[in-house]
């Protein structure tokens, strides 16, 4: 019978077989379930000669950054290294306006550029010590339902999901540079991720985070994406988020944050009218996201948290709440 702890074992015994004695591993972080999951198994596979990279976008959420380095760095030991490369990204969204598929390929493309340098001279390290031998491995933290979704959605019909990542990112490096995946969650459904994430001691918060877009916060803020605009959707929605916790709401809800929305409505503040930006909170349950619910929060707490906003977030007068099912609306709004 299959029980999550002869899963890990056998999972780990698989990775050191493909790996060999030397072998080594590199993959790419985004502090999100999958990917942590996946490098956590790998790290406890192979320790250091596994590679993880996380591509700070400039467009993560609040503090994300930092506390994603925190805790797979000195939580879970994890051989991590930190790209900072807001500024490329940031620069490069200005004046795309009303394109958001402009942005996602610009996000997607930019991630890849960065993400294979880094790589590059992990390799050339890696090359020189002498108790390792080539990266030869790429990790993906592919699901099954990925693998189902990937295969049922190939045609022309598709742009559903130009984020996917089954074969998307690697593709080139995996082309130009003789790089295997290994995949170790691809038999896996998110509930199973979640169980083997807490069997391998990573956090209850991590476990049960609500999924985060690779473009992040740039397919939040709708029409043109400037640090100004960034930095208000994200104070936004860490209000939002931590509002959602304190009332115990989060692990009932799916996936949820704020999105700044592209106009200005007039407002009063103290004893002054203003003329200034709209927050669109969302909030949905579902359980495969190919459909979803609203959660349905109670008057009080959306009252309070369009309160703090509109107090603690200089630029915005007003918040309204997203009452959109999917279908017809997606569960992100760009
Ligand atoms: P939609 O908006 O298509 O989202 O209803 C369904 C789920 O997919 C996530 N999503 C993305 N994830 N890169 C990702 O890694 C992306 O570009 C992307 N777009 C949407 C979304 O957050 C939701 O969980």
Known sequence: ??????????????????????????????????????????????????????????????????????????????????????????????????????????????????????????????????????????????LYPDVIESISFKGPSQTIKTHHNVGGLPERMMNGQGLKLIEPLRELFKDEVRELGRQLGIPHDLVMRHPFPGPGIAIRVLGEVTREQVAIARKADYIFIEEIRKAGLYDQISQAFAALLPVKAVGVMGDKRVHQQVISLRAVQTTDFMTANIFRFDWDFLERVSTRICNEVDGVCRVVYDLTTKPPGTIEME
């Not at 993880?52 to 760095?73: H, I, P, S």
């Not at 879970?76 to 490329?88: E, H, K, W, Y």
């Not at 050339?124 to 390792?132: D, F, G, L, R």
């Open 1 to 142: 019978n299959w029980t999550m702890a002869k899963f890990v074992d056998k999972e780990i015994a698989r990775i050191r077989a493909l790996v060999g004695e030397k072998g080594q591993v590199l993959g790419a972080v985004s502090g999100g379930v999958d990917s942590t999951v996946a490098a956590k198994l790998m790290h406890e596979a192979i320790g250091d000669r596994f590679h993880a990279v996380l591509v700070d976008n400039g467009c993560m959420r609040l503090y994300e950054c930092e506390q994603v380095k925190e805790t797979l760095t000195k939580h879970l030991g994890i051989n991590l290294t930190v790209v900072d490369a807001s500024d490329l990204f940031l620069d490069g969204l200005k004046g795309i306006h009303d394109n958001p598929e402009a942005k996602r390929k610009f996000i997607g493309s930019t991630f890849i550029d960065v993400f294979e340098a880094e790589a590059l001279k992990i390799e050339n390290e890696a090359e020189n010590s002498p108790k390792a031998g080539r990266i030869e491995w790429f990790l993906q933290g592919t």
